[in-house]
């Protein structure tokens, strides 16, 4: 099935997403290769945080949900009838737009997942934590108020702490759904080098509706509109020489009209 001459971390075939019956993502086929970034752009409604969901199954609880086709993850169909949600879990971490950050410290923040996929691993939570707050550009931030509690911390330390939580379990992928665009300048350029930082480690896919993130950060670009893959490839194939009007539309700025 993979025709790329890369390795894939995840892969659609025919993937077809739909809410109480209404199609939201119709016949998806795409490869993420691994230990890139990609960007999903598109207007608003097209389907992006969807399709990120449908990658680590976000969405099996959302009453109505329903998936067709195949959707692999390190080669395995994730939504095939024996498979662990939890060991997924670990394999896919997932960073939303409203930082997430719960009501007890810092580190109790940073090993929070930990805890629970890897209990066994109590003895190694501090080294863990620690070094999860440092592959997210926080240690130094942080270091000296550990058990104080995370709702101190700026909305931009807040969201490198959600991304050192998913950091602390080590994922091999690693979901970001609008990242940056709740945080001021200054946060939104310290996440946009966290991301070119571990994209040596992890596969990264990058929803934004920054064309200027996009390109400074994605290798590649997938294009959604009307919940398909309008146009799919690097992104400075997309950015020079788009295949498709409706890209070209896009990305010179007229956003949601394309
Ligand atoms: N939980 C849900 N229940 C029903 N419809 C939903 C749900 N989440 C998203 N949708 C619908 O699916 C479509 C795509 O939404 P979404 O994936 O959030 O798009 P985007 O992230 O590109 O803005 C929209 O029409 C939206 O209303
Ligand atoms: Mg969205």
């Known amino acids: 099935m993979n025709s790329h001459p890369f390795p894939l971390a995840v892969e659609c075939c025919d993937a077809s997403v739909s809410y109480n019956g209404k199609p939201v993502l119709e016949k998806i086929s795409v490869g993420i290769p691994e230990k890139n970034v990609t960007g999903v752009i598109g207007p608003s409604g097209s ?86 707050l440092r592959e997210a550009g926080l ?40 990242p940056t665009s709740a945080l001021d300048p200054k946060s939104s350029q310290a996440v946009e080098e966290l991301i070119l930082a571990l994209k040596t480690r992890h596969t990264i896919v990058l929803v934004t509706h920054n064309l200027a993130q996009a390109r400074r950060v994605a290798d590649r670009l997938i294009f959604l509109r ?5 146009e799919a490839g690097t992104t400075e194939e997309l950015f020079n020489s788009p295949a498709m009007p409706e890209t070209r539309a896009y990305l010179a700025g007229h956003g949601d009209f394309a």
């Open 47 to 132: 389907g992006k945080s969807t399709l990120l969901r449908t990658f680590c199954r976000m969405n099996d609880r959302v009453p109505g949900f329903w998936v067709q086709g195949q959707v692999r993850v390190g080669g395995d169909e994730i939504y095939a009838d024996d498979v662990d949600v939890y060991q997924l879990r670990r394999k896919v971490g997932m960073v939303f737009q409203t930082p997430c950050v719960f009501p007890t410290s810092i580190f109790e923040n940073a090993i929070f997942g930990l805890k629970r996929l890897f209990p066994h691993l109590k003895k190694e939570f501090s080294t863990k934590g620690e070094q999860a």
């Open 139 to 178: 240690w130094e931030e942080v270091k000296d108020r550990l058990h104080k509690p995370a709702v101190t911390l700026s909305l931009g330390q807040q969201q490198r702490l959600a991304i050192a939580r998913s950091l602390a379990i080590d994922p091999e992928i690693l979901l970001m759904d609008e």
């Open 226 to 230: 009307e919940g398909k893959i309008w």
